[in-house]
C-alpha cells in the first residue's frame, strides 16, 4: 500500500485523460529531482505507481501534469492555451499509506484532492 497513484478525468469531454503525460518531482529545499515520467493509459490511469515503497518518502512532491498539448489536440486549437502545465505541489507525511491525487480538468479549470 506504500504508493503514489494519479490519475485525470477530462471534465470537458467527460472522458478519461488518455495520453496525458505526467511527471513526478522531489522537493528538497531548493533542490527539485525527477523521480518518474508517465503518460496515462486509456482509463486515464498511470500502469504502474508513480513511485512506492522505499522510495516513496515523506517530504513534498510535485505532480505536473501536461494538459495543454492534451486540450490543443480535442479542441483542434492552434492558439495559445488557457491552462497549459498544471503543477500541483503536496506533502507526504505518512509514507506507510497509499496516496491518489487526482486530477480534474477543462481547458479553462482544474481541482485536485486526495483520494483513496
Given amino acids: 500500500m506504500t504508493k503514489l497513484t494519479t490519475h485525470v478525468l477530462d471534465v470537458y469531454s467527460g472522458k478519461p485523460g488518455q ?3 505526467v511527471d513526478l518531482f522531489y522537493i528538497n529545499g531548493q533542490e527539485r529531482s525527477k523521480l518518474s515520467s508517465i503518460v496515462l493509459n486509456s482509463d486515464g490511469r498511470s500502469d504502474n505507481p508513480l513511485v512506492e ?13 501536461y494538459i495543454g498539448d492534451y486540450f490543443k489536440n480535442i479542441l483542434k486549437s ?13 506533502g507526504i507525511s505518512k509514507n ?6 487526482p486530477l480534474l480538468v477543462s481547458p479553462w479549470s482544474y481541482s485536485t484532492y486526495r483520494g483513496s
Fill in 19 to 21: 495520453g496525458i503525460k
Fill in 78 to 90: 492552434e492558439t495559445t492555451p488557457f491552462l497549459d502545465d498544471v503543477v500541483v505541489r503536496f
Fill in 53 to 65: 515503497k522505499d522510495k516513496f518518502k515523506n517530504g513534498k512532491y510535485e505532480l505536473v501534469f
Fill in 96 to 101: 506507510n499509506e497509499h496516496y491518489h491525487v
